[in-house]
């Protein structure tokens, strides 16, 4: 079979208000993985998510996703991406806008139910999205994302503030999804999820300070959970 | 460009519209509530009334639709699914005429029952056809809604939007020739109203209700919809793929 990279990005610049978020950043994203992006707010996950879908004005550097150059036409039915804020109508039920997402996509309204059931809202399907609350709101934007069944997905914070179990059974789903050939990027400024990836990437202030997977990252580092191999690293790069 | 998302994009607005009854009442019941007031306003002055009555029957949906258009994109804009919208297999065109299919509809409903009442009811009459007072009404829908979207990306909150009402729209609505004809206009107000829209489009609306289609209604016409391309032309400009 054909290895085919995830994503892979290398050099990147991006700059905001004037500051610079990256400043040559490089790295790759395997495939069939649910990759973590974890780091504290304003490290700039969310400025990568947007330059990996193609939305971030950015001033320099490469991003190619699936082989080809982020944001290029072929890849926006294959690559989804869930904003930290729901993006959804708020005016609307949850099916209606399931349904004006399937339809500019070009799935089968089949989908619809499926992705109802992933996010387990199949009870409030009818309701107004601005009735519901912070959590469900957030999961009718992650189903409409899932609506495509796109090759690669990019999360931003998809279970802030969710239901434990609900977190379990959804972290289970990015999981099914990575084993059925998809490339999953799951951002979080909560430490303790990173033992739900399989890969990690710790942010930090627009530079890497680790990649890998959470057992290498702790042997490295001697330390006993993320947040220490967080500090430990931070030390070691200011002495 | 694809009919599927066009389509999508269209019944999805008006599926909004429907959602929001009071803004539809408001949008159908307004007009129709101002051209009655103008109707009395102007009892035993026929004249008068005909000449102010007829045309604006025609600018309402654009004042209407400029206004709905503007904070429904700027809506668009800050809850984030214009940015979810750019990374979909979406055209941009798909979506000025997603927006441009369902406020044309919007339009045209308003239209016919504000002409209904003034034309059965309220003894406005037309030397032209009702149906070409109907049409140019619904492409100035267009020319409201080119321009609100256009205007919608200077806004970065819904109190601004609003303000744009009275900034854009009151101006042309004064200069246009409805209130004083253009000829007993200062001449540097004349060139100015030259260079509005909506000056066009009250002179095809009032071309037609005297039935004088000639070539200045024609040039008005060709003005008027040579406006809306161009603040549709504009407004595709404002939707941007990547931001900053």
């Not at chain 2, 539809?24 to 102010?52: C, D, K, T, Y």
């Not at chain 2, 205007?151 to 819904?158: N, P, W």
């Amino acid at each position: 079979m054909e290895v085919q990279p995830g994503i892979v990005v290398e050099g990147l610049r991006v700059e905001r208000n004037g500051t610079g978020v990256f400043d040559g950043l490089s790295l790759s994203i395997s495939p069939r993985a649910v990759t973590g992006l974890l780091g504290p707010n304003g490290s700039g996950k969310s400025t990568l998510m947007r330059a990996i879908v193609g939305v971030q004005r950015v001033q320099g550097g490469t991003i190619t996703v699936l082989g080809r150059p982020a944001g290029s036409s072929p890849l926006r039915r294959r690559v989804a991406y869930v904003t930290q804020a729901p993006s959804v109508y708020g005016d609307l039920t949850v099916r209606e806008n399931l349904r004006f997402f399937s339809r500019v996509l070009g799935v089968p309204l089949a989908r619809i139910e499926s992705a109802l059931e992933t996010v387990d809202l199949q009870r409030a399907a009818d309701r107004v999205v601005n009735r519901l609350s912070g959590g469900q709101r957030a999961r009718v934007s992650l189903a409409s994302a899932l609506l495509g069944e796109p090759e690669v997905l990019v999360l931003d914070e998809p279970t802030v503030g969710l239901d434990p179990l609900l977190r379990r059974d959804l972290w289970e789903t990015f999981h099914r999804l990575a084993q059925e050939n998809r490339t999953v990027l799951v951002s979080s400024h909560v430490m303790d999820e990173a033992e739900r990836c399989d890969e990690l990437l710790l942010l930090r202030e627009g530079t890497l300070l680790a990649t890998g997977a959470l057992p290498d990252i702790l042997g490295r580092t001697g330390a006993r959970d993320l947040e220490d191999a967080f500090l430990r690293l931070v030390d070691e790069e200011l002495s | 460009m694809s009919p599927r998302v066009t389509g999508a994009v269209a019944a999805r607005v008006l599926t909004q519209l429907r959602r929001d009854p009071r803004t539809v009442g408001l949008m159908l019941g307004v007009p129709s509530m101002l051209i009655f007031l103008l109707h009395e306003l102007f009892a035993g002055r026929e004249a008068v009334f005909q000449h102010v009555g007829g045309p604006l029957l025609g600018l309402f949906p654009f004042v209407s639709m400029f206004v709905v258009t503007s904070i429904t994109m700027l809506r668009e804009r800050t809850t984030g699914t214009l940015e979810r919208l750019m990374t979909l297999p979406l055209a941009k065109l798909d979506l000025l005429a997603g927006y441009g299919i369902a406020f044309a509809v919007m339009a045209a409903l308003q239209a016919s029952l504000v002409s209904a009442i003034a034309f059965l009811f309220l003894n406005l009459h037309s030397v032209g056809p009702v149906w070409v007072v109907v049409a140019l009404a619904i492409g100035n829908a267009l020319l409201g809604m080119a321009l609100g979207l256009f205007l919608s990306a200077f806004a970065t909150t819904e109190f601004q939007a609003v303000q744009f009402m009275p900034a854009v729209v009151l101006p042309q609505l004064l200069l246009c020739g409805l209130f004083v004809p253009r000829a007993q206009m200062a001449h540097w107000l004349r060139v100015l109203s030259a260079l509005l829209p909506l000056t066009y489009a009250y002179d095809a609306l009032a071309h037609a209700i005297r039935g004088t289609f000639n070539a200045r209604f024609a040039l008005a016409v060709c003005v008027t919809v040579g406006a809306t391309l161009l603040a549709l032309v504009l407004g595709a400009l404002t939707l941007r793929r990547r931001t900053a």
